[in-house]
């Protein structure tokens, strides 16, 4: 057992990913583990919509017809098994459509589910009990259209323990398809924390396929063909630890920093990563090359993870119209302004003649002049800009008249006008996430093949989880120097950014350790929030990882209301981590950045 290792291949990182990733795992990758995230919160809110429409719905319908269409014949051939999150809110129609491929392609397969996570038939008793958001503690809202438990690992394991070929769940967390299959090849005991806290680690840099491979790498000149980007491989041993690397004759790369960004995206509390298998410390991680486009990955921590699934639940909150339009010519950017000021003006005048109340928020954007940047935005003249509206209303009529009502704007308004051939824009519902916490104890799993129950439990660990306190960086001597001069941040740091809701993280990844004391000094948290002032209403928190000389931020209120509920252009702050890169900072002039 101690000479064994697994080596698991990372598919999808979202819903709309690839359709090639399978294929160059399969062929390339030598993979024992197929595996496939789907679900984000953005998604479960998608799935829900589409399961309102069409009962037959509300799966990751690509997960069948396309990735497992190509490969599912291969995976049985090679014994690669495949676990996938693909069942959003419909685990029993992602099955059936699965098992019909399987028919249709003369595959004998043994085919899981997962299922306990889809709390829609409980909302009225969960209701009754309270679940106070997470953050702003307000009530389990009514007319919910999703609310699924974040579940764990362990049913995963059980399935395959059951001779699952094929394991399908809905909402599990993301790292959970990962570590489902190590507990089950290693046999790791569910106390077993650190293991457990290694494992979800691989998972969690898997989770977001080719981000850990060269996807959205801060030194993207440097990856060697995007156009035959690699999906990551991570070998991984009885101890937890793991190599992540890359399919031969593939177009990506692996370094520390490639590993380090992944690892620092979307984490929080990097002492208090929590899950439902694990509480896990990532702040003594360590990243060590060993060969090319490998990279081995150790250190990570883990207690007991308390008794409490997280629980998310999507809300319609009204409609929200989002579009744009293409504008050129000299004061371009003034024009395309004028333009939409008059048309919400225009329009907002016709809801007070009408009775129609006010948009709820309204976002312009003007994008090709850094107005994503606020007053940290460059001062230029652009002869081209893309004019961005967001607008939200309770009323989806009154966002169909503000849609049909734009297109005065082409013979009425500023000149240089075009790019509303593609017709309308239509109001979409406006999706919320409630989360709460809910006792394990309450929340039945079960893994079902066809109408046989393999193993059905609950998962309390009947103790709270500790909260650890998050490190000091351990710094060198700070530099001493007779002159120093500002550089972009870029210069010494990587940087990867994500969201949580309206929470917004930034990753921070030195260049070289020498580096770590001008972060310390002066990318504060402080600093942050001046620079996202004008995205923000909320707070930062700055997080150490000394393991690997990297700092995490947590913005607090920063998305606009999140990637579901934003009218702005960046709603899932997507962007924030490249912004921040442009933050001055001051080094030794001898050190010859500039």
Not at 146 to 154: C, P, R
Request: aromatic fraction near 8%; proline fraction near 5%.
């Amino acid at each position: 057992m101690a000479d064994k290792t697994i080596r698991i291949g990372g598919a999808s990182a979202f819903y709309g990913d690839s359709q090639l990733a399978a294929r160059q795992l399969v062929d390339k990758g030598g993979v024992d583990y197929l595996v496939f995230d789907y679900l984000a919160e953005v998604t479960m809110a998608i799935l829900a919509r589409a399961h309102m429409r069409d009962p037959q719905l509300g799966y990751a319908v690509d997960f069948v017809t396309v990735a497992m269409k190509d490969v599912l014949a291969d995976c049985a051939k090679k014994g690669i098994k495949v676990i996938a999150n693909a069942g959003g809110v419909n685990v029993p129609g992602c099955i059936a459509a699965l098992q019909t491929l399987a028919d249709e392609q003369g595959l004998s397969l043994t085919i899981a589910g997962v299922y306990g996570d889809d709390l829609s038939s409980r909302t009225a008793e969960i209701a009754s009990n309270g679940l106070p958001d997470i953050d702003s503690g307000e009530p389990l809202p009514d007319g919910l259209a999703s609310i699924n438990a974040y579940l764990g690992a362990k049913p995963i394991a059980d399935a395959l323990a059951a001779g699952a070929d094929v394991v399908v769940t809905g909402r599990v967390v993301d790292s959970a398809v990962v570590l489902g299959p190590l507990i089950h090849e290693f046999d790791w005991s569910m106390d077993d924390y650190d293991r457990l806290a290694q494992g979800s680690l691989a998972g969690h840099v898997l989770e977001c396929g080719a981000q850990c491979t060269g996807g959205n790498f801060t030194d993207w000149h440097l990856v060697p063909d995007y156009s035959n980007i690699s999906y990551p491989v991570a070998e991984v041993s009885a101890s937890g630890e793991f190599v992540i690397e890359i399919p031969p004759g593939t177009g990506g790369m692996v370094t520390r920093a490639t590993v380090g960004e992944q690892i620092l995206y979307e984490i929080g509390d990097p002492a208090n990563y929590l899950l439902p298998d694990v509480a896990c410390d990532f702040t003594r991680v360590t990243l060590m090359g060993v060969g090319k486009d490998r990279v081995q990955v150790s250190g990570a921590k883990g207690r007991a993870p308390g008794p409490q699934y997280k629980v998310c639940a999507t809300y319609i909150d009204g409609y929200r119209l989002m579009g744009s339009y293409f504008i050129a010519g000299p004061r371009a950017a003034d024009k395309a302004r004028t333009g939409a000021d008059a048309w919400i003006k225009r329009v907002r005048k016709t809801f007070v003649e009408r009775g129609i109340a006010d948009f709820r928020e309204v976002s312009i954007e003007i994008i090709g002049t850094e107005s994503v940047y606020g007053p940290n935005a460059r001062d230029f003249e652009t002869r081209e800009v893309m004019c961005k509206f967001g607008l939200h209303h309770d009323d989806k009529h009154a966002l169909a008249f503000a849609s049909a009502e734009l297109a005065y704007l082409g013979t009425s308004g500023t000149p240089g006008m075009s790019g509303l051939g593609g017709g309308r824009v239509r109001p979409q519902p406006l999706m919320r996430i409630h989360s709460g916490l809910m006792d394990k104890s309450g929340v039945p799993v079960k893994v079902q093949v066809g109408g046989d129950v393999i193993t059905e439990a609950t998962f309390d660990v009947g103790e709270a989880s500790e909260v650890a306190i998050c490190p000091e960086m351990l710094l060198d001597t700070l530099p001493t120097a007779d002159v120093w001069v500002e550089v972009p941040l870029e210069k010494l740091a990587y940087a990867r950014s994500g969201d949580k809701g309206n929470k917004a993280n930034i990753g921070l990844m030195v260049r070289e350790p020498r580096f770590l004391s001008i972060l310390e000094n002066q990318v504060t948290a402080d600093a942050v929030a001046a620079y996202f002032a004008h995205a923000m209403t909320g707070t930062v928190t700055r997080f150490a990882l000394p393991g690997f000389g990297a700092y995490n931020f947590l913005l607090t209120e920063a998305l606009g209301g999140g990637a579901t509920a934003s009218v702005r252009m960046d709603t899932q702050g997507k962007a924030y981590g490249q912004m921040l890169l442009s933050l001055p900072v001051k080094v030794p002039a001898d050190w010859d950045l500039a």
